[in-house]
């Protein structure tokens, strides 16, 4: 045997001479180690010291914290029953469930389906006048005048692809009542984990036109110095976590996120949007489980929108949609209409209401229909029909909805429309301009960011593509390049 009970303590080199300490055969060593300890015990008390004192120094560890803390610890442990060992129930600790005694497979069809909530039916007239939430005039013209904006900039952004004045894009039609009812009833502070489909979000928070053409354009505006693909926007004065193509590795980073809003005990949410394809990934698994387990004021907002790129949703699940799983996660779950903007915002506002309030995530299922193509590099066409696009579009649409309902009070006409569809049109335009003729990146901006201070790797790498630019310049035209 060549280690002591000594060195676990002190780290002790002594190595094969400390076994005299077991077989107590050598007294120097007996002593040795006894000293050893003694020395480890009084640096811990001088450890602990210190510690104590950085605590008092630190205003910020507020009793209330240490309080919160013992509460989480408190919280799991209140939920373990006591142990009855005479009682002729399932003691199994990882179910609550009763004995049956006749076999009996549950069906994936146990209940008819998860209702859809609704406020408003397609006319646009309330159906429950006690859901109704009564907002102001201006709030519901901002809306409306949100929701217009967005799909006037993804028309003229989707020619410009088609042009080639842009390298990809995607848009949100359909899709335009999640993205403003969920918006609105969030408060400013609250962090945004974005898939790729939630412009509208970040458009209602006040991201200017500017920007979202600067970063399409990947021009010297674009917060992202140019280093993203298109529609992968993201606002740090904002709170909206700046979009990542894979799919789905924002859901187990929200729930990072949550979990540390739960432990500054702020009153905050984070929100993370995904699609249904993406509620497939491994990683919503994580997320799921994980914002459950910890208690993290989490709003998981999933857009059904019928298809995952090519793939219909009856080819993705055979279970009664996403919402369905919340409950098997320890979720609160509900499902909605995605295409009335104020069933959207009830169901959020009372989801972040009660995530502040109980430390709890939530899970909205918000059924829509996605009317554009998936991409520019899509084309719908070869895998749903015609007929089936324009139902939703001409019929079933978020936006021909709410107008329904401000018309029906006055609020909105024909010389409105007119004037806010050339409005509008007029402010996408001026921006898109703009950003055509901006300048690019400077090119140096390529290796930035990495490292506090450039590291020579990184340096050899820049002077070996400054080589390459000056060896071939007739390639690389560098005056549209800032300097």
């Given at each position: 045997?060549?280690?002591?009970?000594?060195?676990?303590?002190?780290?002790?080199?002594?190595?094969?001479?400390?076994?005299?300490?077991?077989?107590?055969?050598?007294?120097?060593?007996?002593?040795?180690?006894?000293?050893?300890?003694?020395?480890?015990?009084?640096?811990?008390?001088?450890?602990?010291?210190?510690?104590?004192?950085?605590?008092?120094?630190?205003?910020?560890?507020?009793?209330?914290?240490?309080?919160?803390?013992?509460?989480?610890?408190?919280?799991?442990?209140?939920?373990?029953?006591?142990?009855?060992?005479?009682?002729?129930?399932?003691?199994?600790?990882?179910?609550?469930?009763?004995?049956?005694?006749?076999?009996?497979?549950?069906?994936?069809?146990?209940?008819?389906?998860?209702?859809?909530?609704?406020?408003?039916?397609?006319?646009?007239?309330?159906?429950?006048?006690?859901?109704?939430?009564?907002?102001?005039?201006?709030?519901?013209?901002?809306?409306?005048?949100?929701?217009?904006?967005?799909?006037?900039?993804?028309?003229?952004?989707?020619?410009?692809?088609?042009?080639?004045?842009?390298?990809?894009?995607?848009?949100?039609?359909?899709?335009?009542?999640?993205?403003?009812?969920?918006?609105?009833?969030?408060?400013?502070?609250?962090?945004?984990?974005?898939?790729?489909?939630?412009?509208?979000?970040?458009?209602?928070?006040?991201?200017?036109?500017?920007?979202?053409?600067?970063?399409?354009?990947?021009?010297?505006?674009?917060?992202?110095?140019?280093?993203?693909?298109?529609?992968?926007?993201?606002?740090?004065?904002?709170?909206?976590?700046?979009?990542?193509?894979?799919?789905?590795?924002?859901?187990?980073?929200?729930?990072?996120?949550?979990?540390?809003?739960?432990?500054?005990?702020?009153?905050?949410?984070?929100?993370?949007?995904?699609?249904?394809?993406?509620?497939?990934e491994g990683d919503a698994h994580a997320g799921f489980n994980f914002s459950a387990t910890l208690e993290c004021p989490l709003i998981f907002f999933c857009r059904n929108n019928g298809y995952a790129i090519s793939t219909p949703t009856n080819e993705q699940y055979r279970g009664d949609g996403i919402a369905a799983r919340g409950p098997g996660?320890?979720?609160?779950?509900?499902?909605?209409?995605?295409?009335?903007?104020?069933?959207?915002?009830?169901?959020?506002?009372?989801?972040?209401?009660?995530?502040?309030?109980?430390?709890?995530?939530?899970?909205?299922?918000?059924?829509?229909?996605?009317?554009?193509?998936?991409?520019?590099?899509?084309?719908?066409?070869?895998?749903?029909?015609?007929?089936?696009?324009?139902?939703?579009?001409?019929?079933?649409?978020?936006?021909?909805?709410?107008?329904?309902?401000?018309?029906?009070?006055?609020?909105?006409?024909?010389?409105?429309?007119?004037?806010?569809?050339?409005?509008?049109?007029?402010?996408?335009?001026?921006?898109?301009?703009?950003?055509?003729?901006?300048?690019?990146?400077?090119?140096?901006?390529?290796?930035?960011?990495?490292?506090?201070?450039?590291?020579?790797?990184?340096?050899?790498?820049?002077?070996?593509?400054?080589?390459?630019?000056?060896?071939?310049?007739?390639?690389?035209?560098?005056?549209?390049?800032?300097?």
């Open positions: 045997m060549n280690v002591c009970v000594g060195c676990v303590v002190c780290y002790c080199p002594a190595g094969a001479q400390c076994v005299a300490v077991i077989r107590g055969k050598n007294k120097q060593t007996q002593r040795h180690s006894l000293d050893v300890k003694m020395a480890a015990a009084r640096g811990l008390t001088k450890l602990y010291r210190i510690g104590l004192h950085a605590i008092r120094q630190n205003t910020t560890l507020k009793a209330t914290t240490f309080l919160q803390q013992r509460a989480f610890r408190l919280n799991g442990a209140l939920r373990q029953q006591p142990f009855d060992s005479s009682a002729e129930k399932p003691q199994f600790p990882g179910a609550s469930a009763e004995f049956i005694d006749h076999l009996e497979f549950i069906q994936p069809n146990v209940i008819s389906g998860i209702p859809v909530y609704r406020v408003m039916d397609r006319q646009g007239q309330i159906i429950n006048p006690s859901e109704d939430p009564k907002l102001p005039k201006e709030m519901v013209l901002n809306f409306y005048q949100k929701m217009t904006l967005l799909n006037t900039m993804d028309r003229i952004l989707y020619e410009s692809q088609r042009q080639g004045r842009i390298s990809f894009y995607m848009t949100n039609y359909g899709e335009e009542g999640t993205h403003i009812g969920s918006a609105a009833a969030l408060e400013p502070t609250d962090l945004v984990f974005g898939q790729y489909r939630e412009a509208g979000v970040l458009m209602y928070r006040g991201f200017p036109l500017d920007l979202f053409m600067a970063q399409c354009y990947a021009n010297a505006d674009d917060l992202g110095k140019g280093r993203q693909m298109p529609v992968h926007y993201g606002s740090k004065d904002l709170n909206f976590v700046t979009i990542s193509s894979p799919l789905a590795t924002q859901i187990p980073q929200a729930a990072g996120a949550a979990y540390a809003v739960k432990r500054e005990n702020l009153n905050r949410v984070v929100i993370c949007y995904f699609g249904e394809g993406a509620a497939s996660y320890g979720l609160m779950s509900i499902r909605v209409d995605g295409n009335d903007v104020f069933a959207v915002y009830n169901a959020t506002k009372e989801a972040r209401r009660r995530a502040v309030a109980e430390n709890q995530p939530f899970l909205i299922e918000a059924m829509t229909y996605r009317i554009g193509h998936h991409s520019t590099s899509d084309d719908s066409s070869a895998y749903r029909s015609v007929d089936e696009v324009n139902y939703w579009d001409k019929q079933d649409h978020p936006i021909s909805r709410l107008r329904h309902y401000m018309t029906a009070r006055g609020w909105w006409g024909e010389d409105e429309e007119r004037a806010w569809r050339k409005q509008s049109r007029k402010l996408v335009m001026e921006a898109f301009e703009k950003a055509e003729k901006r300048l690019k990146p400077n090119p140096e901006l390529l290796f930035t960011d990495v490292y506090d201070e450039m590291i020579p790797p990184i340096a050899k790498q820049r002077d070996a593509m400054w080589r390459h630019v000056q060896q071939y310049k007739e390639h690389y035209p560098l005056d549209l390049y800032e300097k």
